[in-house]
């Protein structure tokens, strides 16, 4: 991979503009392949099956927090990549604080609970608004968009992953349209942020001897 060169280059505005534009376009996607009479929340036929089953999304859930953890240890924070991995970690944890304090505001009860999107300000047994696991698919693959994909385009094709986990809550009645495209929005935020900060939080509150990598030691 070539040296991320979008935070330090002046191309920040460019990089806005080109995430705007596929999130809006996912989320146009996301709409006309669930859109039924009664309104654009709604429930969608159940799918429990095949690759929307429930322990896939979690496997691809827990899988990201691996990579995550796995990365920024391994190459760490000097090397180009490893800073990468160091601002997804950045960007998923203020996509979860952000998501997990937004449920409880919002007290949003899911499509396994009502049929009734409009069903807010339950209390905190219902926290549908927003979905915590598009926010930390979003957040994970935007800074490698962001410092990458101009140089390597294929790296846009990691969008298919908050894709997937948005259309899959969907189908197992985890979440709204809306609360799909909210935590999208939330964690694409939250990672373009990240990726245009020079040293990651976590890199500056974490010993040296933690962040260094573990492959620069060999």
């Keep these: 991979m070539a040296t991320p060169a979008y935070a330090r280059n002046g191309s920040t505005r460019r990089v806005k503009r080109v995430i705007g534009r596929f999130v809006g376009t996912t989320g146009l996607f996301i709409a006309s392949t ?4 009664g309104g654009f ?3 969608i036929t159940y799918d429990n099956s095949g690759i929307w089953n429930r322990s896939v999304q979690q496997a691809l859930e827990y899988g990201v927090i691996a990579a995550e953890a796995g990365g920024a240890l391994w190459f760490g924070s000097e090397d180009s990549l490893g800073k990468t991995f160091w601002q997804t970690i950045d960007a998923s944890v203020a996509g979860g604080i952000t998501t997990t304090a937004m449920k409880y505001i919002f007290g949003r009860e899911r499509p396994s609970q009502t049929d009734n999107p409009n069903q807010w300000f339950k209390g905190s047994c219902c926290q549908s608004f927003p979905s915590g696991e598009v926010s930390l698919q979003a957040a994970f693959v935007t800074p490698f968009i962001v410092n990458y994909a101009k140089d390597n385009p294929w790296v846009w094709t990691l969008e298919a992953l908050p894709v997937y986990d948005a259309v899959a809550r969907m ?10 495209l909210a935590g999208y929005a939330i964690g694409t935020a939250w990672g373009f942020f990240a ?3 020079e040293t990651p939080f976590f890199v500056q509150v974490l010993p040296k001897g933690i962040t260094v990598g573990i492959h620069s030691s060999f």
Aim: aromatic share 10%.
């Design 34 to 37: 669930t859109t039924c009479v």
């Design 171 to 180: 189908k197992t009645w985890g979440h709204w349209q809306t609360d799909v």
């Design 195 to 197: 990726a245009t900060r």
């Design 41 to 43: 929340d709604h429930r």
